[in-house]
């Protein structure tokens, strides 16, 4: 019988070989098998076998030529492959269908090595490489990552705008990263990690620093309810003139225009709310809430993460709305004097860093007289931003000359605003009675300068004033008071002792000569028809007073019992001024305190910030009470100041109702 072949079935092609298995093969396959026997099977080793779990595109050559075609088609209109390429980046770290870091990190690679093809048409690409969850990965993959924003800036300058924003944004992070995969991140080590990529691109495109300026001023906001992530916005801009000096002057800028503006906000706060001692706010207040280098520290040990900013604001919403409204007031002034403590420490740290370096002292000096000049100065009610240049310029006779002379040429600069004028009053006054290293000659010479301008003043005015009027002799009244503060202060230094020589005359008061350039002209101010005993603050005026008697310079008692009688009255355009100056929330009303009296505003009255006032105890002087003076005396000028203070609310409601003329002396 004979077997007949079946048709439709073909012989396999001996040629052919299966992509991944091999069957060996020998003489034997020509000669028919026993149907007993199994059919013996064996593999190639030569050929690669692929697990149907790995990923493809791991072959770090095979990405580079995928990633090379797809920016060439998508040049030339074809973008499938191009828009899979941007895929990779954009997707979610700690999604179950992100890319492994393998894959990640060979496509970085290739992007890496097509970096001049990334010109501004790939930008779609370009953009979701710089923005994908690259600071939370391995040191390796950072490596690569800060190389390849080397490499794009120097092709390619137009995005560079686009990289210091992407790490402006790490700068401002305050939650740990956690992706999956990968260690948790903190903080601290994504701000490290921000900063040294930036400072590899400072010092790889020396143009770049403009741009850097422009975009970290455009991220860092200080607005934050907490007071260490205000704290760390000031850390990390500080930090980056460490590999960028030529940026200070505009960082340091920002950071003190921020400074001052929240001075300001808790200084309204505290004398609105007599009640509050900034002691007493903080007697509570957590350490890991004053300085954020702690709560750092605490997350480097523990690699704990912080609480989450969304849970902190829902517990604080929900707590917000059963607590009284003035303990959540008192909650918000504790947490601005936290971040001014915290920032003027970590400012005064980076200051006394530049003042002990040569190459930086001198641009340090001009940073600081320039701030005071078009930030400090003009900016009414700040406590504590002025103390830098006050600790600062106390550290050389040079500077504190320096800083005397450009008060003194704005008090006589008639071109400055009269509020201007005045302010500059202030500081000169209130430095050289604060200042503990304020020279004697600086001190006697300041208060002749003055002294001889307040008589230029007194007779200009004198010949035409009806009597006193803080409205039309503002200038006046500011440098007079400022003489008073003075010489409260330093009326020591001013004066001359006499010896007591025999034994029988120690129980005789000493006695005080005062040189005529000192006692005449204050004399002169004080009893002419401009009357600065009546505008002057009553406090400054009960005090020198007191002095002036002691010391046997004049007798004032009658004087101010006299104006105690004294109505104050303004004409219909002072008063007219006075409202629009209501209706415009400014400096210009700034120095008039109740009752169109002087206000006793003097920038260096004592700095009450715990935390970094020890950067100023060794350099400032405190009041020190007059010794020897008659117990009586002060009695009598306490029971005087209570019925001054009286006296001014009485004066200001009187005012609100005359409208003729200026004052006269009438009794």
Not at 71 to 89: M, T, W
Not at 319 to 337: G, P, Y
Not at 373 to 378: F, Y
Request: charged letters at 25%; glycine letters at 4%.
């Amino acid at each position: 019988m004979t077997s007949t072949p079946i048709s439709g079935i073909t012989k396999p092609d001996e040629n052919h070989r299966r992509s991944t298995l091999a069957r060996k093969r020998d003489a034997s396959d020509d000669m028919p098998q026993s149907p007993s026997k199994r059919v013996k099977v064996t593999f190639d080793n030569e050929v690669q076998v692929l697990s149907a779990d790995e990923e493809p595109e791991t072959d770090p050559k095979v990405v580079r030529e995928q990633v090379r075609r797809a920016i060439q088609r998508h040049l030339a209109g074809d973008d499938e492959s191009y828009d899979h390429v941007c895929s990779i980046f954009k997707a979610d770290a700690n999604s179950d269908n992100a890319p492994s870091p393998k894959s990640l990190h060979a496509h970085l690679q290739a992007a890496l090595t097509d970096v001049s093809s990334l010109n501004m048409q790939c930008s779609k690409l370009v953009n979701a490489i710089l923005f994908h969850e690259w600071v939370g990965r391995d040191s390796t993959y950072v490596s690569l990552f800060t190389i390849f924003l080397g490499n794009l800036s120097v092709a390619h300058t137009g995005f560079l705008r686009n990289i210091f924003n992407m790490l402006g944004t790490q700068l401002a992070v305050t939650k740990t990263k956690r992706l999956k995969g990968y260690k948790a991140v903190s903080a601290k080590l994504v701000h490290d990690r921000s900063h040294g990529a930036l400072r590899y691109l400072v010092g790889l495109i020396p143009t770049a620093s403009g741009a850097l300026a422009a975009c970290l001023t455009n991220h860092f906001r200080y607005n934050s309810t907490k007071a260490d992530d205000d704290v760390l916005v000031t850390k990390n801009l500080l930090k980056i003139l460490s590999y960028a000096p030529e940026l200070r002057g505009a960082i340091l800028s920002f950071v003190i225009t921020e400074v001052v503006r929240l001075d300001s906000r808790v200084q309204v706060d505290m004398e609105e709310n007599e009640d509050m001692a900034v002691e007493d706010l903080l007697a509570d207040q957590p350490s890991s809430q004053t300085y954020v280098a702690e709560s750092s520290q605490s997350l480097l040990k523990d690699g704990s993460q912080t609480p989450s900013a969304d849970s902190d604001s829902d517990d604080e919403s929900e707590l917000d709305e059963d607590i009284d409204e003035e303990i959540l007031r008192r909650r918000n002034v504790k947490v601005n004097i936290t971040k001014m403590d915290g920032m003027m420490g970590l400012l005064f740290q980076y200051y006394e860093i530049c003042f002990q370096d040569p190459l930086a002292r001198s641009d340090i000096q001009e940073i600081l007289f320039a701030h005071f000049r078009s930030i400090i100065l003009p900016t009414y009610r700040s406590r504590h931003s002025q103390f830098l240049l006050f600790h600062f310029v106390q550290t050389s006779d040079v500077l504190m000359d320096r800083f005397a002379s450009i008060c003194v040429d704005m008090i006589f600069d008639r071109k400055e605003s009269p509020i201007t004028r005045q302010a500059a009053s202030a500081y000169l006054a209130s430095f050289v009675s604060r200042g503990a290293h304020v020279r004697l000659n600086v001190v006697q010479d300041c208060f002749a300068l003055l002294t001889g301008l307040l008589n230029d003043l007194r007779e200009e005015h004198a010949p035409t004033c009806q009597g006193p009027n803080l409205m039309r002799y503002g200038p006046f009244y500011a440098l007079a008071q400022a003489l008073l503060y003075i010489f409260c202060f330093r009326w020591q230094d001013l004066c001359q002792q006499e010896d007591v020589g025999d034994e029988e005359d120690a129980d005789e008061p000493r006695k005080y000569i005062f040189p005529e350039e000192v006692r005449i002209p204050l004399w002169d101010a004080i009893m002419s028809k401009l009357n600065p005993l009546k505008i002057c603050s009553p406090v400054i005026v009960q005090e020198f007073a007191r002095i002036a008697h002691h010391t046997q310079l004049m007798y004032l008692w009658g004087l101010i019992e006299t104006n105690k009688r004294l109505r104050l009255m303004t004409s219909r355009r002072s008063l007219a001024d006075l409202s629009s100056n209501i209706n415009q929330p400014s400096r210009e009303m700034a120095v008039l305190g109740d009752g169109l009296l002087l206000d006793a505003y003097f920038p260096f009255d004592p700095y009450t910030l715990p935390k970094s006032k020890h950067w100023v105890e060794a350099d400032y002087r405190a009041w020190q009470p007059l010794e020897g003076s008659e117990q009586g005396d002060e009695e009598s000028s306490g029971d005087e100041s209570d019925g001054q203070n009286s006296d001014a609310e009485s004066d200001a409601n009187d005012e609100e109702e005359d409208s003729e003329g200026d004052s006269d002396d009438e009794d």
